[in-house]
T-cell receptor, first 112, second 112 residues
Framework: DGGITQSPKYLFRKEGQNVTLSCEQNLNHDAMYWYRQDPGQGLRLIYYSQIVNDFQKGDIAEGYSVSREKKESFPLTVTSAQKNPTAFYLC???????????FGSGTRLTVV | GDSVTQMEGPVTLSEEAFLTINCTYTATGYPSLFWYVQYPGEGLQLLLKATKADDKGSNKGFEATYRKETTSFHLEKGSVQVSDSAVYFCALSTFNTDKLIFGTGTRLQVFP
């Protein structure tokens, strides 16, 4: 079945370390997105990519980096510059012109 | 700019009660409208959508009608179940971009 896979489901990081969250889709979708969700809060856009080798900053890109070397993959790196990284991270993808996203099941990152 | 406004939660109901979650939007052009549902610890799932005025989206007993005259897309269900307890997000996308704009989410709690 086609879908979007995020891994790992839970991730613990020590302060000062970079960590990379994986997002893979086999839906042949053109666009991919990363969102951050804090407890009881809505979604905030971190980065998005509409085509391979191109991506744009969202509303809260500081302290994060991404790459889009393959259509299927859009990994997110949370760097040590991100001051408050503990959150639930959601990846999504969409097909150009069809509207609507398919979401992954999320990665919960905790800084210890 | 484009935006989505949802009623604040939590919405607390008894099983079999009628549900309405209000959603209004501001957009240039002719947006597509969506409702997503998020169960605890999971990603978002598309619940229903409508792409033009007067369209009615429906799924799993939930309905929403695209009202251009009132710029609204209220979510309704005639008889809620405990299993409907989740957070519901209203969202829009305009015709020239696939990027979704989300509301802040409304938590629904249904008690037996």
């Amino acid at each position: 079945d086609g879908g979007i896979t995020q891994s790992p489901k839970y991730l613990f990081r020590k302060e000062g370390q970079n960590v990379t969250l994986s997002c893979e889709q086999n839906l042949n979708h053109d666009a991919m997105y990363w969102y951050r969700q804090d407890p009881g809060q809505g979604l905030r856009l971190i980065y998005y990519s509409q085509i391979v080798n191109d991506f744009q900053k969202g509303d809260i890109a500081e302290g994060y980096s991404v790459s889009r070397e393959k259509k299927e993959s859009f990994p997110l790196t949370v760097t040590s510059a991100q001051k408050n990284p503990t959150a639930f991270y959601l990846c999504a993808s969409s097909m150009t012109g069809e509207g609507g996203y398919t979401f992954g099941s999320g990665t919960r990152l905790t800084v210890v | 700019g484009d935006s989505v406004t949802q009623m604040e939660g939590p919405v607390t109901l008894s099983e079999e009660a009628f549900l309405t979650i209000n959603c209004t939007y501001t957009a240039t052009g002719y947006p597509s409208l969506f409702w997503y549902v998020q169960y605890p610890g999971e990603g978002l799932q598309l619940l229903l959508k409508a792409t033009k005025a007067d369209d009615k989206g429906s799924n799993k007993g939930f309905e929403a009608t695209y009202r251009k005259e009132t710029t609204s897309f209220h979510l309704e269900k005639g008889s809620v179940q405990v299993s409907d307890s989740a957070v519901y997000f209203c969202a829009l996308s305009t015709f020239n971009t696939d990027k979704l704009i989300f509301g802040t989410g409304t938590r629904l709690q249904v008690f037996p």
